[in-house]
């Protein structure tokens, strides 16, 4: 079975400090990766996405970036956290079949708060 | 670029009423669309999701209907109990020019179930 595993749970960093969180999935391969921000009582904005090793799609200008490494890893950073980078970061992954859309399976979140 | 609205952004009911959500979806090319639920704290999961293929599916006690000519979607949730409180999210999915799928997220929706 699949399983996604994300880390840490929750992190706690000075401002200016650099940011670096893990996403890696088991049980399958080539898996379409995300990462999203949900801030506090908001919505799931869509922050990267990745179709391959080394691809990686933007969707909003940010303090962040991504990076996959390898197949099943997915690793959002930043050089230097502001503030506004607080908030609870989802990784994704989905299988796509036969070019058809699946569900997308979320980790467990990791709660970043810079202070 | 692809935008999803979600509405009401909270919504509280008596225990046993229906819950009503509704979304629309900017990007006609969009054929996936799944519901997610998600607990305080805790990671979303899917609830119940429809292709473009499809107008209406159902699953015991929960509902979703699709209007692609007015690009719009709805969750049904009938004879509510109070641990269908949490926040739902819509979303919508769609291929991108890189031939990857993009998954989209409302806002939220805050559900409170009244006993």
């Known amino acids: 079975s699949q399983t996604i595993h994300q880390w840490p749970a929750t992190l706690v960093q000075p401002v200016g400090s650099p940011l670096s969180l893990e996403c890696t999935v088991e049980?399958?391969?080539?898996?379409?990766l995300y990462w999203y921000r949900q801030a506090a009582g908001r919505g799931l904005q869509l922050l990267f996405y990745?179709?391959?090793?080394?691809?990686i799609s933007s969707e909003v200008p940010q303090n962040l970036s991504a990076s996959r490494p390898q197949d099943r890893q997915f690793i959002l950073s930043s050089k230097k956290l502001l503030l506004s980078d607080s908030g609870f970061y989802l990784c994704?992954?989905?299988?796509?079949?036969?070019?058809?859309?699946?569900?997308?399976?979320f980790g467990q979140g990791t709660r970043l708060t810079v202070v | 670029g692809e935008n999803v609205e979600q509405h009401p952004s909270t919504l509280s009911v008596q225990e046993g009423d229906s819950a009503v959500i509704k979304c629309t979806y900017s990007?006609?090319?969009?054929?996936?669309f799944p519901w997610y639920k998600q607990e305080l704290g805790k990671r979303p999961q899917l609830i119940i999701d429809?292709?473009?293929?499809?107008g209406e599916k159902k699953d015991q006690r929960i509902a979703v209907t699709l209007n692609k000519t007015a690009k719009h979607f709805s969750l049904h949730i009938t004879e509510t109990q109070p641990e269908d409180s949490a926040v739902y999210f819509c979303?919508?999915?769609?291929?991108?020019?890189?031939?990857?799928?993009?998954?989209?997220f409302g806002s939220g929706t805050r559900l409170l179930v009244r006993p």
């Open positions: 994704a992954w989905r299988r796509i079949r036969l070019l058809q859309d699946t569900e997308a399976f």
């Open positions: 429809i292709r473009s293929n499809v």
């Open positions: 979303a919508a999915s769609t291929v991108t020019m890189d031939s990857s799928y993009k998954l989209i």
């Open positions: 049980g399958t391969s080539n898996p379409n």
């Open positions: 990007d006609s090319a969009s054929n996936y």
């Open positions: 990745s179709v391959g090793i080394g691809q």
